[in-house]
């Protein structure tokens, strides 16, 4: 896992800037039918990070929508373009994705595993040393 780093990234017609500084909680591919119909892609890469170190500046709109599990699933994307920025779970308040696509510079990232992979499709090409959970692996317990 990364340290802390500088997240910076945009929208594609600009109007949304934003900058995390922070320690990623959590990389991962979602493969899930709802990351696939929101971004239009085989699968999301997304990085988590605290909700507090995340800052954006212009207008975003948001959707909310249930998960499998029935939590609510809240969606940002760019009022004008309608590229999708980040996402919350209620299940997990503290904590908000960013979708790498919007990133200035990703080469950083490095996802943990692949989440919901019992959905992915037959042709999306996986790493061997990425883990494979076939729904959304349960969060670590603390202690």
Known sequence: MPNTQTINGTCLCGQIRYKAVAAPLFQAHCHCQD????????????VFVPIESLNWQGETHSFCHNSDSGNTMTKHFCSNCGSQMFGTNSAKPDRIHIKVGTMDDAKWF????NVWA????????VSPDVKDFA???PAPTKK
Do not use: D, V
């Open 110 to 113: 490095q996802p943990q595993c």
């Open 35 to 46: 990351c696939r119909r929101n971004g239009g892609s085989a699968f999301a890469a997304l």
């Open 135 to 137: 729904t959304m692996p």
């Open 118 to 125: 019992s959905s992915r499709l037959p042709s999306t090409p």
